[in-house]
């Protein structure tokens, strides 16, 4: 079955770290998208990419960088990693109909 | 901007009885999509529910059904014969049809008491 695996799955860093999260997806999507969640804010749009070597700024991306070399893979990376930037990561998917978003599990970072 | 409003933090419900979550959005749009998202303690997201704002009928999956008013620009879940298995946060989005990113309430936490 095609799955989005996100690793890892719990992170706790030191500021000013460079840290970086991995997503995978087996769906063959195109379009890929990084999520931060925060309690009383919902999802929050960091990042995302609608095909190989395309990759846009989504509402919080400070902070934040992502690249797309192939098609399955879109990695977050913390440049340099900030208490403020602690919270709940998710990868998400989607195909050419948008018709829903396939999630990972998430990553839980904690920067100390 | 599109936004969209939850403007309830938390709602509780007896088992088996039914529940209806609110959401709100604000769009200059006339071709959009709207989802009902639940995550339950495992934190993973699951889709509800999906409305195409062209579509005049609500949508319903199983215990599941909307309330889509497009000119008052709501968007609610009702959950029938409420199940302890349908505890979790419940999440509101909305996608522009001319792109695929979501912009998303900031959640009603939904108790099911026994």
């Known amino acids: 079955d095609a799955e989005i695996t996100q690793s890892p799955r719990h992170k706790i860093t030191e500021t000013g770290r460079q840290v970086t999260l991995a997503c995978h997806q087996t769906w063959n999507h195109n379009n890929m ?46 440049e340099s990693a900030a208490s403020s930037q602690t919270s709940v990561y998710f990868c998400a998917s989607t195909g050419t109909s948008g018709d829903e978003q396939y999630f990972g599990p998430g990553t839980r970072l904690t920067v100390t | 901007a599109q936004t969209v409003t939850q403007s309830q933090p938390e709602m509780s419900v007896q088992e088996a009885e039914t529940v209806t979550l609110s959401c709100t959005y604000d769009t200059s749009e006339s071709d959009y999509y709207l989802f009902w998202y639940k995550q ?19 949508a319903t999956e199983n215990r599941f ?4 008013q497009k000119a008052a620009k709501s968007f609610s879940l009702k959950i029938s014969d409420s199940q302890l298995g349908d505890a979790a946060m419940y999440f509101c989005a909305y996608r522009r049809n001319s792109n695929y990113q979501l912009i998303w309430g900031a959640g009603t936490k939904l108790i099911i008491k026994p």
């Open chain 2, 65 to 68: 059904s909307v309330n889509f």
């Open chain 1, 33 to 78: 998208f990084w999520y931060r969640q925060d309690l009383g804010h919902g999802l929050r749009l960091i990042h995302y990419s609608y095909g190989v070597q395309d990759t846009n700024k989504g509402e919080v991306s400070d902070g934040y960088s992502v690249s797309r070399s192939n098609t399955e893979d879109l990695p977050l990376t913390l």
């Open chain 2, 40 to 58: 339950p303690p495992s934190r993973q997201m699951i889709l509800v529910i999906r409305q195409e704002a062209y579509k005049q009928q609500n």
